[in-house]
């Protein structure tokens, strides 16, 4: 059975960093696409980053650009997110997706002083 | 980036009725390699999202025949033939064309 864990999430200050981790397990990982998608307290989905099944490609929604880097461990089965210069704004549940059909059950992370 | 617009916003449903979910995307959803890239999500309370249709009508692993997609370009239908209890929480439309994927606002449904 396929699962994805999410693990990392925390308490941290404004401008401060976290990494979050997934590990993947029941699939052959470095065949699939992988992204963070995130919701805020009481909010909608957003979709965060993509990377490419070998890390070659990777993109990011303008709200985290230059502050978060997505990318992978093959070897490892593990997608990383780590995200620096923390806002306020980044406090969410993020979601650890394959191929946008596969969740995992989430990381909280929440950002405040 | 594309906007995705989903109507209504909420519905209470009776149990055993139908229920339909619009969504509709500021531009065309249809890929030069002709398949249309839009996916429909159940949150359930307290739950991760899951994954229901794929491709506007193409139902997913497990999921139950009486949810159905359709729609082309720009508009899309999620139909729940017979609503059941377990069908609470929230929709999701989103768009897989080109990144940023981008989700509707969500549709709450809940029942009488």
């Known amino acids: 059975e396929m699962q994805l864990v999410e693990s990392g999430g925390n308490l941290v200050q404004p401008g401060g960093s976290l990494r979050l981790s997934c590990a993947a397990s029941?699939?052959?990982?470095?065949?699939?696409?992988m992204n963070w998608v995130r919701q805020a307290p009481g909010k909608g989905l957003e979709w965060v980053s993509y990377i490419n099944n070998i890390g070659s490609g990777k993109d990011y929604a303008d709200s985290v650009k230059g502050r978060f880097t997505i990318s992978r461990d093959n070897a490892k089965n593990s997608l990383y997110l780590q995200m620096n210069s923390l806002r306020a704004e980044d406090t969410a549940i993020y979601y650890c997706?394959?191929?946008?059909?596969?969740w995992g059950q989430g990381t909280l992370v929440t950002v405040s002083s | 980036d594309i906007v995705m617009t989903q109507t209504p916003l909420s519905l209470s449903v009776t149990p055993g009725q139908p229920a339909s979910i619009s969504c509709k995307s500021s531009e065309s959803l249809l890929h030069t390699d002709g398949k249309t890239y839009l996916n429909w999500y159940l949150q359930r309370p307290g739950q991760s999202p899951q994954l229901l249709i794929y491709e506007v009508s193409k139902r997913f692993s497990g999921v139950p025949d009486r949810f159905s997609g359709s729609g082309s370009g720009t508009d899309f239908t999620l139909k729940i033939s017979r609503v059941e209890a377990d069908d609470v929480g929230v929709y999701y439309c989103?768009?897989?064309?080109?990144?940023?994927?981008?989700f509707g606002q969500g549709s709450k449904v809940e029942i009488k």
């Open positions: 997706v394959r191929k946008m059909k596969n």
């Open positions: 989103m768009e897989s064309i080109e990144l940023p994927w981008t």
């Open positions: 029941g699939f052959t990982f470095s065949s699939y696409s």
